[in-house]
């Protein structure tokens, strides 16, 4: 199994969400509004926030699964196994899956930022920090076996 360093996750969130973020096919199926990440995204969404409207939550999980994509290397068949990686997900837990391969400090680096430009309210970023990790956990458990 493959473990991502610090310079690793930081260039992928970097590469997927940074000042000039890759437009790729992968990227571009990650943020269908029709597809099935979106689907996918707004349930973990409802299931972890349901008081709250879910499209921002969804989009934290879109941006973990946007980072999780830009890892190397880069697995343009990540999009066909996105039921598959939830499945894992859901068995191991979003923590295990994350711990298992990246460097934790990095994640938390990572997932700070992109909370902290989703919410400017710190007392409703709990939710989001969950889901962007879900997304990330499925970004890395819907690669396919080597």
């Not at 992968?26 to 709250?52: C, H, I, K, M, Q």
């Not at 946007?66 to 343009?76: C, D, I, K, N």
């Not at 989001?128 to 879900?134: D, G, I, M, N, W």
């Amino acid at each position: 199994m493959r473990e991502y360093d610090a310079d690793e996750i930081r260039e992928a969130f970097d590469t997927s969400l940074g000042e000039r973020p890759v437009d790729d096919l992968v990227s571009r199926r990650l943020r269908d509004p029709n597809g099935l990440a979106t689907s996918l995204a707004l349930e973990l969404a409802r299931g972890v926030a349901p008081e709250e409207e879910p499209t921002v939550g969804a989009s934290a999980v879109v941006c973990g699964l946007l980072v999780g994509s830009r890892l190397p290397p880069q697995e343009p068949g990540l999009v066909h196994h996105l039921v598959d990686g939830l499945s894992t997900v859901r068995s191991f837990g979003r923590h295990a899956v994350i711990a298992r391969q990246c460097d934790l400090a990095a994640v938390a680096e990572v997932e700070t930022a992109v909370v902290g430009a989703l919410e400017p309210r710190p007392e409703r970023r709990g939710s989001l920090l969950v889901l962007f990790e879900l997304g990330l956990a499925l970004g890395l458990a819907a690669r396919p076996a080597a």
